[in-house]
């Protein structure tokens, strides 16, 4: 028997964090799984990197630290969210923990970057005023398979990395 009297060491304690993490995982079970990609998207260490790249004929698009391109929604500027529901399953909002007070970004990244409430432990990373999401269709880094997709309202679009104005923020392809 494990115990203080034989000096044998116990398992160790469960913390918070790991409480915490298992406590989200039943939650987003108990939800059905429309929880999943929320609590699956938010950061463990750091704030993610946002930086520009290149995926052809697209020079300058934003991506996140893993290269995977990021879209905005036209109808959601000024952090007026219109993807919830079914849509954020096929486009993962780009989510920082609610304490998170800055992203790093790389070089080639000029607009303004900001954040738009989700939930009381999350918030959605902007750019010049318009939240961030991933397509899931996009499997890989470097793939623009979202790009000028009518839905949810409007039209998803590449976000140029070097736009400083809103009206500026979609991309437009060089041939």
């Excluded at 938010?42 to 946002?50: C, E, F």
């Excluded at 999350?122 to 499997?139: A, E, H, I, M």
Aim: aromatic share 6%.
């Amino acid at each position: 028997m494990l115990g203080h009297s034989t000096g044998t060491p116990r398992a160790p304690r469960r913390t918070a964090a790991r409480r915490t993490g298992a406590l989200l995982g039943v939650v987003a079970v108990a939800l059905g799984g429309t929880a999943t990609a929320a609590v699956a998207s938010v950061p463990r260490t750091t704030a993610p990197q946002l930086q520009a790249t290149t995926v052809k004929p697209y020079t300058g698009i934003l991506a996140n630290a893993k290269r995977h391109s990021l879209y905005a929604l036209s109808n959601e500027s000024k952090g007026k969210l219109h993807c919830t529901g079914m849509c954020l399953t096929y486009w993962p909002p780009l989510l920082v923990s609610s304490s998170t007070k800055s992203v790093t970004v790389g070089k080639g990244v000029k607009g303004k970057i900001g954040f738009v409430k989700r939930s009381s432990t999350t918030k959605q990373v902007t750019f010049n005023g318009f939240p961030l999401y991933r397509y899931s269709g996009d499997t890989g880094a470097g793939q623009v398979s979202g790009e000028a997709i009518a839905a949810d309202g409007g039209t998803w679009y590449l976000v140029s990395a070097a736009a400083t104005t809103t009206s500026a923020t979609q991309v437009k392809p060089k041939h």
